[in-house]
């Protein structure tokens, strides 16, 4: 696209979802035109960011600024290497999610269809702003805005249930980020003179370590999204969303969105070397290192199929904190790798899970056995998607596992590595046993009728393009090393040896 | 004539007011006042220019010269409150038309308007007079004909909210005299500026220290300073919902302007905050303000005294702006002057769009609103945002400045409890978005239609500035800079 310059594909990628709603509320009653313009436009999405990609390849530095609200506060854009990283991501797996809800949101007849595809392409307009920002006040204003353009697709269904799950859901996400989250960022703004993302962190030698190391816990407690306990409850209540939001949305886009953050603010603003000596960084090592093992624990004993990925969800989301809040290149590259691998395994056994539901109007794992026959392939894809979140190859989420794992032992965090090894025990023990029951039934096992068949094609579509993605990122893993290498390195990517 | 402005600003709207009475009929009425609060605004508009341009404007009336002579003294200071009271009475006036109609019988229009204009006169007298009986005056203009105001609603009720409010305005009023006599006895001068030379001399007498605590509890009886706002939760209920969205954004603001005036100008930060433990009080009220008046109002099921005890809250947040001592404390006051008037505005006359259509505010009334009426829904989703803080919006403007302030000074306590504060503001509005949203509509509500356009129009204007003075702050950050910078005696 040599007739765009990086800076318009930049903002484009940002404005285009919004243009999107336009068209998308335009054409609300003709389903096809309105999803043929959602799936358009993710393609055009799609193209924009891959053509970033390879800007930042060719080493240019490409940034935009919008407006300056406040003396100092701007809402300013720039590329680089982690936010394209993340933007890929979204741009990637938007056009497949919107294939996978065409499938599904018609096959359940759901209401409001137009109010749905218009505040999805909203949210992905705000993950586009939260990726390519370039100071803390930009992304916390696209990070406020994810939570209130994904209020409506939380309580799509509006009935109580989806009310109760809805005011959890605000209230949490809203509350840390008003009293912890800003809280830093003024806090930040007041230390350091700047929010501007500079690698190797913007506060000098003055602020002592333990106003820091305060600063930290505010940035880690208020970055809700990143879920870390007793802050993560909000997750399980979102469950109430149908389940492509629950695929893109709490399986990528907010909770990615999350760790995210966390990443920026402890290469850009604190700097990895700062995190490592701050007081009160093993404290929230060993927070995190609970709630991975704590959500594990609780997934265990979910029996929702969606309630069990969402706690799956919580104890992954973790890790990826664990691995910011080592603060060493190995960390960080596995934290960064496995927003990535997550992203894939988890969006697939959402995408099953909508596909069970569809098909078989099951929503209990203990009501799924038995069910390979019917549906062999969402099976098949559930068990991929499965391994990859346990870190088994041939499945992408090997790689990130390895790199967090080995962060563990060059730290001689002893007891995070046991957390680790015995977390991934505990997927296996609540995953695998859904596919495995599902082609190998117990005796005792109901049968289903034979009426049963597999879920709408888009839907096996979208599923089975994100199961091959696991595999894929197993196989050819090299372009996303140095994408990720690139984010400690200088702006723009190194080709070093 | 420009010479001649910022008497005009007062005369006009004095002088239409009793004009009204022989206008027939009512459409013409209102259109003449609309007319005289434009001119009034476009005053306002030519004084902030002349401010900004040459500086503080002396108009001596009937050109005896201060102190025996009456000054009108126009800084950046009042001429930015005269511009805030001028620009909303002007967007509220738009609306009152047809607000009215429904909410007061047919035959007291007229009055209404005779009351709005003597009360936009007082408002405006107090912000301009640099003479000090002269704000005691028009405070009671403005006190009287808003007691009147309150009175004209249909609801029998509010004659009893009138009463509660004229009593303890009363009392208010009689607070500020008697700390304006006997600082007139100490001093021997009624002008502002003349005060403000001579109080040093005798800022040591008990007499001096009398005179401040009796105009300070006045005046907090006024702004409705949390434990003195009994008056206010049924005043703002009750009134006719034009008259709420005007004293709710303007009046309140006029009395802030008067304790910003005499803490900063007449007695000095010197005095206000080192011999008086001024500050130990405001923090403390203004906190507790903040966090009860604002869990008030979650349990409330009558939407203006959610929007009303909100008001207490917020005028807490502007208290505690300037109470924190520093300049950029004081920017965040006069910032949030500004911001609240605007949110403020835009949420009542949105509430009003719906006591037009449905003919009542509980929370009921709202169930199922927002297929019924999407763009007065949308209005106060908005405006409830910009209530919350949320970025991009003016509300966020005022918390930024104000935690930052707070910050500055090492208070990391306070900040988590403005911070605490705004998650109530979104418990409270979350009550009305989740019955316009989610609970189907009363059975008699089936039949309720969008709210017309001379209501949608100045709530959306309201609402469209909510966001415009979120995104350009260069008008409101750049002139309450100046301003602290000016009562700090830094010069800018």
């Given at each position: ?30 389903p096809n035109i309105r999803e043929a313009i959602s799936i358009t436009a993710g393609l055009l999405l799609l193209y924009l960011v891959v053509n970033l990609y390879m800007a930042l390849d060719n080493g240019a530095i490409v940034s935009v600024l919008w407006l300056e609200p406040l003396p100092g506060l701007a809402i300013k854009f720039r590329i680089e290497a982690l936010g394209v990283m993340f933007s890929l991501i979204a741009g990637f797996l938007w056009p497949v999610t919107t294939i996978y809800s065409i499938g599904y949101m018609r096959a359940h007849n759901e209401p409001h269809q137009t109010r749905f595809y218009a505040c999805f392409a909203i949210a992905i307009t705000c993950v ?24 409506p697709l939380v309580t799509h269904a509006g009935t109580e249930k989806a009310r109760q799950g809805g005011r959890v859901y605000l209230g949490l996400l809203l509350g840390t980020s008003i009293v912890f989250f800003l809280l830093a960022i003024i806090g930040t703004w007041l230390l350091a003179g700047t929010l501007d993302f500079v690698h190797g962190g913007v506060f000098g030698n003055e602020p002592s370590s333990y106003v820091l190391g305060v600063l930290l816990v505010l940035f880690v407690f208020g970055i809700g999204k990143a879920a870390i306990m007793p802050f993560h409850r909000w997750l399980p209540a979102a469950m109430v969303a149908p389940t492509p939001v629950s695929a893109l ?249 | ?492």
């Amino acid at each position: 696209m040599m007739w765009l310059s990086p800076e318009t594909m930049l903002q484009l990628s940002i404005v285009l979802p919004v243009l999107a709603t336009a068209g998308i509320i335009a054409a609300g009653s003709y389903p096809n035109i309105r999803e043929a313009i959602s799936i358009t436009a993710g393609l055009l999405l799609l193209y924009l960011v891959v053509n970033l990609y390879m800007a930042l390849d060719n080493g240019a530095i490409v940034s935009v600024l919008w407006l300056e609200p406040l003396p100092g506060l701007a809402i300013k854009f720039r590329i680089e290497a982690l936010g394209v990283m993340f933007s890929l991501i979204a741009g990637f797996l938007w056009p497949v999610t919107t294939i996978y809800s065409i499938g599904y949101m018609r096959a359940h007849n759901e209401p409001h269809q137009t109010r749905f595809y218009a505040c999805f392409a909203i949210a992905i307009t705000c993950v586009m702003g939260v990726a390519y920002a370039d100071n803390l006040f930009t992304l916390f204003v696209f990070y406020e805005f994810l939570t209130l353009s994904t209020y409506p697709l939380v309580t799509h269904a509006g009935t109580e249930k989806a009310r109760q799950g809805g005011r959890v859901y605000l209230g949490l996400l809203l509350g840390t980020s008003i009293v912890f989250f800003l809280l830093a960022i003024i806090g930040t703004w007041l230390l350091a003179g700047t929010l501007d993302f500079v690698h190797g962190g913007v506060f000098g030698n003055e602020p002592s370590s333990y106003v820091l190391g305060v600063l930290l816990v505010l940035f880690v407690f208020g970055i809700g999204k990143a879920a870390i306990m007793p802050f993560h409850r909000w997750l399980p209540a979102a469950m109430v969303a149908p389940t492509p939001v629950s695929a893109l949305l709490h399986a990528v886009a907010v909770v990615k969105a999350g760790v995210f953050t966390l990443l920026k603010v402890v290469v850009f603003i604190f700097g990895i070397d700062l995190v490592g000596i701050l007081p009160t960084t093993q404290g929230l090592l060993y927070l995190a290192g609970a709630s991975v093992l704590l959500a594990s624990l609780i997934a265990m004993r979910q029996d929702n199929l969606k309630a069990r990925l969402a706690y799956s969800t919580i104890s992954q989301l973790n890790y990826i904190t664990i691995g910011a809040l080592l603060a060493t290149g190995t960390s960080l590259t596995g934290s960064a790798m496995h927003i990535v691998m997550h992203a894939f395994g988890k969006i697939t056994l959402f995408f099953c899970a909508g596909a069970i539901l569809t098909a078989a109007h099951q929503t209990e794992i203990s009501r799924m056995q038995g069910l390979g026959r019917q549906m062999p392939i969402t099976m098949t894809a559930f068990f991929i998607g499965s391994l990859s979140i346990i870190g088994v190859p041939p499945t992408g989420g090997s790689w990130s596992k390895w790199y967090l794992m080995m962060a563990t032992l060059e730290t001689g965090q002893w007891i995070l590595m046991a957390v680790l090894m015995l977390s991934a025990l505990l997927n296996v023990a609540y995953l695998l046993p859904i596919p495995i029951r599902a082609f190998l039934p117990a005796k005792s096992a109901q049968t289903f009728s034979t009426g049963i068949k597999e879920a709408p094609l888009l839907s096996l579509i979208a599923l089975s393009i994100t199961a091959l993605g696991c595999v894929a990122l197993f196989l050819f893993p090299q372009s996303l090393h140095e994408l990720v290498n690139a984010i400690l390195n200088a702006p723009g990517l190194n080709h070093g040896p | 004539m420009l010479t001649h402005l910022p008497i005009l600003q007062v005369i006009v709207p004095l002088m239409a007011a009793p004009i009204c009475l022989m206008l027939r009929p009512v459409r013409l009425v209102w259109l003449f006042a609309l007319i005289a609060s434009a001119m009034v605004f476009l005053i306002s508009v030519a004084l902030l220019q002349q401010v900004v341009q040459s500086g503080t404007i002396i108009y001596e009336i009937g050109g005896w010269s201060a102190p025996w002579g009456i000054e009108y003294r126009i800084d950046l200071l009042n001429a930015y409150l005269l511009l805030i009271i001028s620009a909303i009475s002007t967007v509220i006036l738009l609306s009152t038309h047809t607000s009215i109609q429904s909410e007061l019988a047919a035959e007291r229009h007229t009055f209404f308007y005779v009351a709005y204009l003597l009360c936009l006169a007082g408002l405006l007298g107090i912000a301009a007079t640099g003479d000090l009986f002269n704000v005691f005056v028009f405070l009671e203009i403005s006190a009287l004909s808003s007691y009147a105001l309150i009175a004209l609603g249909n609801n029998r009720r509010a004659l009893w909210a009138s009463y509660q409010y004229l009593i303890m305005g009363t009392i208010g009023a009689t607070f500020i005299l008697i700390g304006i006599g006997l600082m007139y006895v100490m001093t021997g001068t009624l002008n502002m500026y003349d005060l403000s030379q001579r109080l040093p001399e005798v800022s040591d007498s008990r007499t001096v220290f009398t005179a401040f605590a009796f105009f300070i509890v006045g005046v907090c009886l006024k702004l409705a300073l949390f434990p003195l706002h009994m008056w206010l939760p049924n005043a703002y209920a009750y009134a006719p919902s034009a008259v709420t969205a005007l004293l709710a954004a303007t009046a309140t603001k006029v009395a802030v302007y008067i304790l910003i005036r005499f803490i900063f100008s007449v007695f000095g930060v010197e005095f206000s905050f080192s011999h008086f433990p001024l500050q130990d009080i405001f923090l403390v009220l203004s906190l507790a303000g903040i966090l009860i008046a604002s869990t008030t109002a979650i349990f409330q099921q009558n939407v203006k005294r959610i929007l009303a005890y909100s008001s207490v809250a917020q005028v807490g947040y502007m208290i505690l702006g300037f109470s924190i001592g520093n300049p950029a404390g004081l920017m965040a006051t006069l910032l949030h002057l500004f911001n609240h008037a605007l949110m403020k505005g835009a949420l009542f006359l949105a509430v009003g769009a719906v006591m037009y259509r449905v003919g009542g505010v509980q929370l009921s009334d709202f169930a199922g609103l927002g297929k019924r009426m999407p763009w007065t829904m949308a209005a106060i989703v908005i405006g409830g945002l910009s209530l919350i803080g949320v970025p991009l919006t003016v509300g966020f403007v005022s918390k930024w400045y104000l935690v930052a302030a707070v910050l500055e000074r090492g208070w990391w306590p306070v900040a988590v409890f403005i911070l605490v504060g705004s998650l109530l503001a979104v418990i409270y509005i979350w009550r009305i978005v989740e019955a316009a949203y989610f609970q189907l509509p009363a059975p008699g509500n089936a039949e309720v239609r969008e709210a017309p356009l001379s209501l949608l129009i100045p709530t959306w204007m309201l609402v469209v500035a909510n966001i415009y003075f979120g995104l350009d702050t260069r008008l409101t950050v750049g002139i309450s800079e100046s301003i602290a910078k000016m009562l700090f005696g830094v010069e800018p």
